[in-house]
């Protein structure tokens, strides 16, 4: 047990250190409100989702992400959308949770065509429970005082551009650079010790290929920057079977590859499933990461789907 949380608290200095606070998805392509706010633009219906990820099973104190997301398009021409996200990251004895309210502005540049902009914001909250912990020091004064709902502010903002076949995104989900500690009853608190949240710039892109009537390929990728971290890179590959049937792959650079399957259920609810093994060490101590997600689109009875969305 000590060996474990040893290697989680390694694991979450090296991410405090390098900024890599944000949660990761393996099916990000249809969880891309809760990082790009213009994306609820460039959907014709309303729409909700809800994913849950178990990360590295097995490992204790392991990451647990659960994401709500939920838009609806407002106006004749649906020029404009407004949505909510609601996202719970769990990683040892830290809960952060997120209450987001997303809008998306567009343009429609063609009958296919439409350039979304859109802001994102809400509130952090944070909670942090030491005696979670093995500490060495039961008398240390960094731990003597959990940190019970810390809020902070969140601003962000993206753009979003699609066609029916092609999608490209670029977002910013929070603006702020957030102190995540509790220093109220610590003195002469060293700076390069408190974890701040820094700025995560998210780049999104893909396209869906007709390869025959009945099946459709899409290549997508995301690419995630973060000040002090080396570039993270995803690109994965799904073929769509007969408008109902997802199968595809996909490969985390230098961490993981992953597995995917999806089934659209009816032209409103769409389940998917992810399994991640990973490629670094410490998949010698836990069984990979699995994922899964759930959409439920709501049309107007006037509204005619000729097929499901792709993305």
Known sequence: MKYYILILLVIISVNSSFSQQDPQYTQYMYNTQAVNPAYIGSKEAASVGLLYRTQWVGFDGAPKTGTLTASTPLGELKRMALGLSIVSDKIGPATETNFVVDYSYSLLLSDVSRLSFGLKGGLDILDVDYTKLNIYDDLDPQFMNNVDKKFQPQIGAGIFYNTDKFYAGLSVPN?????????????????????????????????????????????????????????????????????????????????????????????????????????????????GSYEIFLRFDIFNKTERILTPRFF
């Open 175 to 287: 603006f702020l650079n957030s102190k995540h500690y509790n220093t109220d009853n610590i003195d002469d608190v060293n700076d390069d010790a408190v974890a701040i949240e820094r700025l995560h710039y998210f780049l999104i892109a893909g396209y869906v290929f007709d390869i025959s009537e009945n099946l459709k390929f899409k290549p997508a990728t995301m690419f995630k920057a973060v000040s002090g971290s080396p570039l993270q890179a995803d690109v994965s590959a799904n073929f769509l079977f007969n408008d109902r049937f997802t199968l595809g792959a996909a490969y985390r650079w230098d961490a993981a590859v992953s597995a995917m399957a999806g089934f659209q259920i009816s032209n409103q609810l769409f389940i998917g499933m992810g399994y991640d093994f990973q490629t670094t060490d410490i998949e010698k101590y836990s069984d």
